[in-house]
């Protein structure tokens, strides 16, 4: 505290993002981040970008991303009125939290979460319910409504959760996602799709019906980019129009020039994409039998992590003891998963590394 403070900071929790750290030779599997690196599209663009004198560097980037725009709505199928850019998907949830989610009724999300949802609640002031998870840690998606018929006190101001979940890794079925929308017409229901490209089916191709979906997706995970930063939306043009008037209110160029081209590059090589998700999601088969075959119980994950417990042992032990052996993974001392362990999928090596490890540590 210190009396230069606004209240509002002074009553801030911040995020606390996964360890970053400064040494090397650790395997590092507690972020998500994907072992693979970018398209070489990607780094050939950026360059080009550049150029011989990096000139171009004196001038603003488009404050539009309409590059990128094209980019994300030809991909997608959609036009790039449907499209909304921002400095990582985290960035857009701002955005959201501030433009889309009513400040006048608390809003909805699971109990097990991205923990960032709570903490755009505390900086903007919006009220928010925790929905409990199934013991399975599945999400029911007909607890997912306002009670209208009680009291409008009962109302809700919106919905948001990740699909797949995370830190859980389980995913949500579209039928689910159709019924959640339906039941709530009159608020808007944010997916957001961090993981989907490791084997979740997108809810973009149900923008066209329903007027209340927003749908968000990241280049940090499946697309190699977490250090660029890059995230968009896709939702009907009201919603756009929404978030662009935020965004033009906050930071009219929240995209550098080298993200930009280095994003278009990313969304553009199709084939590169495609062999990475299917390479994390091989390895991530073979991770969890091995770790079951360990005795760990792992839930069906359909992201590039996988969430993990071990009958006998201490989650926060194992962290311990891996980090010891430069391995690290995230644990995190919440109520109901403070015996889970999050890992990501690394590379093959990465993996049998920790498997056998873990094996030491077991035995
Ligand atoms: C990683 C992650 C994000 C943030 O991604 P950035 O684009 O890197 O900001 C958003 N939501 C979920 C659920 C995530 O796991």
Redesign the pocket.
């Known amino acids: 505290m210190s009396k230069f403070w606004s209240a509002v900071v002074g009553g801030l929790t911040p995020y606390v993002p996964g360890e970053q750290p400064k040494i090397s030779n650790l395997i590092k599997l507690n972020t ?1 981040e994907n072992p693979f690196p970018p398209s070489p599209k990607v780094l050939a663009a950026i360059q080009a970008e550049l150029g011989d004198d990096a000139a171009r560097l004196r001038l603003y980037p488009d404050p539009n991303a309409d590059l990128l725009k094209a980019a994300v709505a030809k991909r997608h199928g959609v036009t790039a009125q449907h499209v909304f850019i921002g400095n ?4 857009v ?1 701002a955005h959201v939290f501030m433009a889309l989610l009513k400040h006048e009724a608390p809003i909805l999300f699971p109990d097990i979460t ?1 923990s ?1 949802y709570p903490v755009y609640c505390g900086l903007y002031g919006i009220d928010y319910r925790t929905v409990p998870l199934a013991d399975d840690f599945s999400i029911n998606p007909d607890d997912f409504h306002g009670q209208p018929e009680k009291s409008a006190k009962n109302e809700i101001g919106g919905i948001i959760f ?1 699909n797949p979940n ?1 830190p859980t890794g389980r995913l949500l079925a579209l039928d689910a996602i159709e019924q959640i929308l339906k039941a709530n017409p009159d608020v808007v229901v944010v997916v ?1 799709e ?2 989907v490209d490791f084997g979740g089916e997108t809810a973009i191709t149900l923008v066209d019906r329903y007027d209340n979906l927003l749908v ?1 997706h ?4 499946s697309r190699s980019l ?1 250090g660029l ?3 968009f939306a896709v939702g009907h043009p009201a919603l756009i129009e929404a978030l662009e008037r935020v965004k033009n209110s906050f930071n009219s160029y929240p995209l550098d020039r080298l993200a930009i081209v280095g994003a278009v590059a990313a969304m553009e090589d199709e084939v590169y994409f495609e062999q990475c998700c299917r390479a994390v999601i091989a390895t991530r088969d073979t991770l969890t039998a091995d770790l079951r075959s360990l005795g760990f119980e792992v839930l069906p994950s359909a992201a590039n992590f996988i969430f993990a417990r071990h009958p006998q042992r201490d989650a926060a032990e194992l962290a311990k003891a891996l980090r010891d052996k430069s391995i690290i993974v995230r644990h995190f001392k919440l109520p109901r998963i403070d015996q889970f362990l999050r890992i990501t999928v690394g590379t093959d090596t990465e993996c049998q590394a920790l498997t056998q490890t873990l094996q030491g540590i077991l035995a």
């Open positions: 998500n990582g998907s985290d960035e949830l991205y960032f990740p995370a957001d961090a993981y968000i990241t280049l940090s995970k977490a930063r890059v995230g």
